[in-house]
């Protein structure tokens, strides 16, 4: 996280990132299209993005399809291919 230069993002994806890589410590964070991603061996698996009222969670489109049902029960906004979270 402390490549992320704005404290907005920063302070909302802190906690978020701390959980991700406590659990999953063979995932590398890489900002991409100033975004920060979490990546397996040169392989995307999830990317985040800040807007003023919500952070988009855009997890890998494998991983998307088995939490679609989750994801929309919690009636969180989500398209295709990301979802919000407030």
């Known amino acids: 996280m402390s490549n992320f230069k704005n404290p907005i993002l ?5 906690p978020i990132f701390e959980q991700i890589q406590k659990e999953f410590p063979n995932l590398t964070v890489e900002l991409k299209w100033n975004q920060p991603m979490f990546i397996m061996n040169g392989t ?11 952070i988009s969670i855009a997890p890998e489109a494998v991983t998307m399809a088995i939490f679609t049902n989750d994801i929309k029960a919690a009636n969180y906004e989500a398209t295709n291919n990301l979802f919000k979270i407030m």
């Open 44 to 54: 995307f698996i999830i990317g985040f993005s800040v807007a003023k009222n919500h």
């Open 10 to 14: 920063k302070f909302k994806l802190e």
